[in-house]
């Protein structure tokens, strides 16, 4: 698989920003490629570096009905010649069911083999005894975390600021599992901010409910994060996967208003959470901010 990234910059217009002397960036992580470019890219690269590197020959990983990562997990097996198997959250589905997302239909096509589990089993997947169970099952396969989430991926989202060549004051990015924000405020300079627009329902996002910092402190204390390196904004418009006709209707327009195509899972909640933290004064006049779009284009 080729690992190179482009590193395309687009400068939004609108007479809000610059009204308020705010320059706003676009980082086009999206155009690595339709499937597994974006974040998923990032964060799967050093997964599979190392896969590759100790012979493994299956991969296997978790996800839900519409991840991103089960994608792109199923696009690079295929592309590398190894099997993948997705245990996906929900029992109420099978296979072969014609119920299945886009996003499953599409795994499965390229090879990737479904185990659906209970939504009370899925919690325990970081549990020993719950992995021991399916590596009985599946084999000693290599295990890359929901959402790529471990220290390879924070080595590989950490490279998006390697790879912006303009000097910003923040950076935006969607928070899911929170890899992809505390790679990147890994990575930022002493005035530099990472801000992460929540696309789940919480009415008090903060660090403790990064899911990637509850379940792998360790990995994140080497990388030493400055305790003000990154903040969390909340825009989740009632939870994951859910959207309103007022996001809906911004998604369209954006995507017609800057010919950047956005979608309401997650770019579209980064975006309005962008263009309404702007509004509110959030950002110091004649701030530069860059927003990374991180893909998942599969949702439109």
């Not at 395309?8 to 960036?25: A, C, G, H, Q, W």
């Not at 992809?180 to 696309?199: N, W």
């Not at 379940?215 to 909340?234: A, F, M, Q, T, W």
């Not at 911004?250 to 263009?275: A, L, Q, W």
Request: proline share 4%; net charge neutral; charged share 25%.
């Amino acid at each position: 698989m080729n690992f190179e990234v482009a590193k395309v910059l687009n400068k939004i217009n609108d007479p809000m920003f610059s009204d308020r002397e705010i320059t706003l960036y676009v980082k086009r992580e999206d155009l690595v490629h339709p499937v597994y470019g974006g974040n998923k890219f990032r964060k799967l690269k050093y997964n599979l570096i190392y896969a590759r590197e100790n012979n493994f020959d299956t991969l296997w990983t978790f996800g839900g009905a519409f991840s991103n990562h089960i994608a792109a997990t199923a696009y690079a097996g295929k592309k590398l010649g190894v099997k993948t198997i997705g245990v996906i959250r929900g029992d109420e589905l099978k296979p072969s069911d014609e119920k299945l997302s886009k996003t499953l239909r599409e795994a499965k096509a390229n090879g990737m083999q479904l185990k659906f589990i209970s939504r009370s089993d899925y919690k325990r997947k970081y549990d020993d005894d719950f992995l021991n169970e399916l590596r009985n099952e599946f084999g000693n396969a290599y295990i890359i975390p929901e959402g790529g989430s471990n220290e390879f991926a924070l080595q590989g989202c950490r490279e998006i600021v390697d790879d912006i060549e303009i000097d910003f004051d923040y950076i935006i990015c969607p928070v899911g599992t929170g890899t992809t924000l505390l790679g990147i405020a890994s990575g930022l300079k002493p005035y530099q901010t990472a801000v992460g627009i929540e696309v789940y329902k919480n009415e008090n996002p903060q660090e403790e409910n990064l899911e990637f910092l509850k379940h792998h402190p360790l990995e994140i204390k080497n990388y030493k994060l400055r305790p003000d390196s990154y903040r969390v904004e909340n825009y989740s418009f009632g939870g994951y996967g859910k959207s309103t006709p007022e996001l809906d209707t911004f998604c369209k327009d954006f995507s017609t208003n800057h010919n950047i195509t956005i979608e309401p899972v997650y770019t579209g909640k980064m975006f309005y959470g962008i263009f309404d933290l702007v509004k509110q004064g959030y950002f110091p006049k004649a701030s530069i901010i860059v927003a990374i779009h991180t893909g998942g284009l599969q949702y439109i």
